[in-house]
């Protein structure tokens, strides 16, 4: 330990540079990761903040949700074995405001149940961010493909679905909008996967996989921060190969003087726990400070839960880095080191 800390105060500039780049590598990733999470909220904040459980869709619907049709007999057995079952449909659509400016929803509908907005006929409830377009409650709303009239009755926070706020409508104005009288899925709250005749299943992450645009949007970016994180294990390798390179000497010496390999891995592990933790603090705060000073309108959540896992990947993956790159020291003969010359 104390060898560790006289050579980090001894290469200072070496040092410094490792870690700013641990730091900046590492903000990056907790920024993309924030940004990961998000967009994942305002993409499909519906589905996410539902409890773990089952899907149902027609098996003909090759996995697309919104061409889903659930026949009415299957619905109202599934419906009448499963107390906390509910159907529901989703379909994205458009309303116009009071100035006659077209607002573009999701709108949703489902059978009598505590996960989603029962409305009456006539009436609407909506994402809180419809506030910000200056909709307010009591506001009259229609749809060109809708006979009657929307009054907005209500709003509900963080309910997004392909980044489109949430309509909850009545079910038969719904039917009336797409001229349809099926529902599209069967949700079953903590059910277990069970099979039904013409329905396929799917559980919570499951189902967010059928949903191109999550699909493919989440897999980008957490491509990116996983990607981020291996450059860091690399930077961790390179560093402490070339280090240890110059220290050939330095280690043949500390061996002849029967310093055992092991004292000289705890001191390199010694060096890496330092630099990181201090990046770490440091990258941790900032993308916290960004989390709550990000503009509203901006996608990004930044969870402690999330903080903590890329916080202990990140060591973990410097660990690893910083072992690979000491292999070398084990193989170090003393004499020989000497012979090639000081540190």
Same mark, same amino acid.
């Given at each position: 330990m104390n060898i560790a800390w006289k050579e980090i105060k001894k290469n200072k500039v070496r040092f410094m540079i490792l870690g700013s780049i *641990?730091? &900046?590598? #590492? &903000?990056?990733?907790? +920024? +993309?990761s924030g940004l990961a999470n998000g967009l994942s909220q305002d993409n499909a904040a519906l589905i996410k903040d539902l409890p773990n459980g089952q899907f149902y869709m027609s098996k003909d619907a090759n996995e697309t949700y919104n061409m889903s049709r659930i026949d009415s007999s299957i619905q109202d /057995?599934? &419906? #009448? =074995?499963? =107390?906390?079952?509910?159907a529901f449909s989703i379909q994205m659509g458009f309303l116009n405001d009071r100035a006659g400016k077209q607002q573009s929803v999701a709108f949703v509908t489902s059978t009598d149940s505590s996960?989603? /907005?029962? *409305? =009456?006929k006539g009436e609407i409830v909506l994402d809180r961010s419809m506030e910000d377009k200056g909709i307010k409650i009591g506001d009259t709303l229609t749809n060109n493909q809708y006979s009657g009239k929307f009054i907005v009755k209500g709003f509900v926070d963080q309910r997004k679905f392909s980044h489109a706020p949430v309509a909850y409508i009545n079910m038969d104005a719904y039917k009336e909008i797409y001229r349809v009288n099926e529902m599209q899925l069967i949700f079953v709250p903590g059910g277990d996967s069970t099979q039904v005749a013409g329905l396929q299943s799917f559980s919570n992450n499951q189902f967010l996989n059928t949903i191109a645009s999550y699909k493919a949007e989440q897999m980008s970016l957490n491509m990116i921060v996983w990607f981020l994180v291996i450059i860091s294990g690399m930077l961790f390798a390179i560093f402490f190969y070339m280090m240890n390179v110059q220290k050939i000497g330095l280690y043949g010496i500390l061996k002849a003087i029967g310093v055992k390999t092991s004292a000289l891995f705890k001191m390199m592990w010694t060096q890496m726990l330092? +630099?990181? *933790?201090? $990046?770490? *603090?440091? #990258?941790? #705060?900032l993308s916290q400070v960004f989390n709550m000073i990000a503009p509203k309108g901006m996608p990004f959540s930044l969870t402690t839960d999330t903080t903590v896992q890329l916080s202990i990947v990140f060591l973990i993956i410097g660990f690893i880095g910083a072992t690979l790159s000491g292999i070398q020291i084990k193989k170090v003969e003393? &004499?020989? $080191?000497?012979?090639?010359?000081? +540190?």
């Open positions: *641990v730091f &900046l590598v #590492s &903000l990056l990733t907790f +920024i +993309i /057995k599934m &419906l #009448s =074995k499963q =107390k906390d079952a509910v996960l989603f /907005k029962n *409305v =009456k330092f +630099i990181t *933790v201090i $990046a770490l *603090v440091l #990258s941790v #705060s003393p &004499l020989q $080191a000497i012979q090639q010359g000081e +540190i």
